[in-house]
């Protein structure tokens, strides 16, 4: 079973502050935003920042092929939760690693924020196109929780991976790339729809020796989500 959400908060260096508002009018045309979608950017999204650009020359560290800079993008919301298709649209039209902070407010000011980010790169068949993982995610946490540091790194590209190692909802393990943390936080998260799905048969069948070969099923899957849920894999050294 993935494990509870994390609740990281980061510290931007004042030199990586970039707050600039854009219009929501520029994600339409360069992310082929349909008229559905755009109304749930006016409906969720009161105010779209580029807040902070993470580059050589604002943190000091050396650029890589893979990760030249690491924009951060604040998302301020009109109501409680954004559509994940909005976060999506933004990420298209934006040809670099992002970092999304959503912003909200409870109440009258209960402010509150979280953070999104998929794990995103060039695609090994075309230079020019972006592949994305599945959305990771911090939990919600008070806007005035303490923040921490950036987390130290050789250069951009490991900049990058420890920022979302810090929402990935699974331990890291040691010498674990990102795509292969990615890989495994997929197959627990089909492994945990398949164990409720398995769960919930075994509650209605009623043949004796079906329900034992579906317990026997349910055993293995279990096994290997706890076998994938360990710091070291099984045949780690």
Not at 15 to 24: A, N, S
Not at 160 to 175: M, S, V
Not at 204 to 229: D, G, I, M, N, P
Request: aromatic letters at 8%.
């Amino acid at each position: 079973m993935t494990q509870a959400l994390s609740s990281c908060s980061w510290q931007f260096p004042p030199q990586t502050r970039f707050d600039k508002v854009i219009p929501k009018t520029k994600f339409y045309q360069q992310a082929t935003v349909n008229s559905a979608l755009q109304a749930r950017f006016v409906e969720e999204l009161e105010q779209i920042i580029w807040a902070c650009k993470l580059a050589p020359d604002t943190v000091n560290l050396p650029a890589t092929e893979a990760v030249t800079e690491i924009q951060v993008f604040t998302l301020k919301l009109k109501g409680e939760t954004l559509s994940e298709e909005v976060v999506a649209a933004i990420d298209k039209a934006i040809p670099f690693p992002i970092i999304f902070e959503l912003q909200r407010t409870l109440g009258e000011d209960r402010q509150q924020l979280r953070y999104l980010a998929a794990y995103k790169r060039k695609s090994a068949a075309d230079a020019n196109r972006w592949v994305r993982s599945e959305y990771l995610e911090s939990g919600w946490m008070p806007a005035t929780a303490p923040r921490s540091a950036l987390p130290a790194a050789i250069n951009m590209e490991r900049l990058y991976q420890a920022l979302l190692a810090g929402l990935l909802p699974i331990p890291a393990r040691a010498d674990e790339s990102m795509d292969e943390a990615i890989a495994r936080l997929g197959r627990l998260r089909k492994l945990d729809k398949q164990i409720a799905a398995l769960r919930k048969k075994i509650g209605t069948e009623k043949q004796f020796k079906r329900k034992v070969e579906l317990h026997r099923e349910l055993k293995a899957l279990q096994h290997e989500q706890s076998t994938l849920s360990q710091t070291e894999g099984a045949g780690a050294s």
